[in-house]
Each structure stands twice: as C-alpha cells, then as structure tokens.
C-alpha cells in the first residue's frame, strides 16, 4: 500500500443546498469524472462545505493546489487568481479563507505551501434550497475547461 499523495489537488467548497453555493463541490465532481484522461495518481479531489484549518494538512506533499469557490460580484464567468499565505484577521477554527490556510500549512509545515491557485466561478443566488442558477452552471462549464486544462498541464498555468 502506496501513501504517496497525488501531485495535485483540486479543493472545492461550498453548501450543495445554498444554490450557486454549490458550485465549488460541483466543478470538483465534474473534474473527478474527467480525471481518467490524466495519468493515474496525478490528481485528487477533495470537497466540503468550508475550509478548516485541518486542511492544511492536505496541502502536503503536493506539487500544486487549485482552490474552487463560488464568487459574488464577478464580471466574467470565472476569476484565477493566486494565493499566498498571509495572517487573516478575525481567524476561527471554523470558516478560512484560503490565505489564512497557507498561513496554517507554512505554520505547521515550518516551509512555504505547494503553488496554490483560486478559482472562482461567478455566483448570484444562494436561498437555501435553491438549485444552482442557469447562468451558474453556464459559467460552471467555462471554469470546468479551465480546470481541466489546469490538471493536464505539467506547470502553473499563469493567473
């Protein structure tokens, strides 16, 4: 038995019952599915519904991460942006926010984080009980090529 992590890592979050909420765990699912076109090994998926700092722990060993949320206020479909450690105020044992994770894995780990990349797909309803929104699930598809593009490719594609 292998404990050897996959090089890559895919973490989407958010509340599959809150809408446009859902689309983090959504486009790691759908990612999921397409994984079979990469190598074996090369990439996990993992979801839930908010970072926590146990998380950090999934950074480890991993040649890159790509973070996948819902946004509010976004222009276009979907946003890549870079993430780097850095102490957030307010900080809990619940809910963080990407950077604040970092902050945790350089913390726990004494060494810099895997490149991480965030992926935010643009967002407009979360009632709860709502279904993702038809324009979410367009913008969902855009970012899903991205992701895809973002697993297969040896490197960092530049955010």
């Known amino acids: ?17 809150r809408g446009d909420d859902a689309l983090g765990p959504l486009l790691v699912e759908q990612l999921a599915s397409h994984a079979q ?24 060993g991993r040649e890159r991460v790509l973070f996948v949320d819902a ?9 890549v942006s870079t ?14 926010a990407p950077e604040a994770l ?14 991480c990349t965030l992926l935010a797909i643009r967002a407009q309803r979360f009632e709860l ?6 324009q979410a699930l367009t913008d969902l598809a855009l970012a899903l090529a991205w992701a895809m593009e973002w697993a297969r490719l040896p490197e960092e594609i530049p955010a």
């Not at 038995?1 to 996959?6: L, N, Q």
């Not at 090369?42 to 950090?56: G, W, Y």
């Not at 009980?129 to 038809?134: R, S, T, Y």
């Open 71 to 79: 946004a509010i206020g976004l222009q276009t479909p979907f946003a």
């Open 1 to 17: 038995m292998s404990s050897k992590v996959a090089p890559l890592l895919v973490f989407g979050w958010g509340n599959p019952g």
């Open 37 to 60: 076109a990469l190598p074996a090994g090369r990439l996990e998926c993992l979801t839930d519904f908010q970072l926590q700092v146990e998380h950090a722990l999934d950074l480890v």
């Open 83 to 96: 993430v780097v450690p850095a102490p957030v105020a307010g900080f809990t044992t619940h809910a963080l």
């Open 102 to 115: 970092l902050q945790v894995y350089r913390d726990l780990e004494r060494a810099e984080p895997p490149p």
């Open 129 to 134: 009980g709502e279904a993702p929104g038809e």
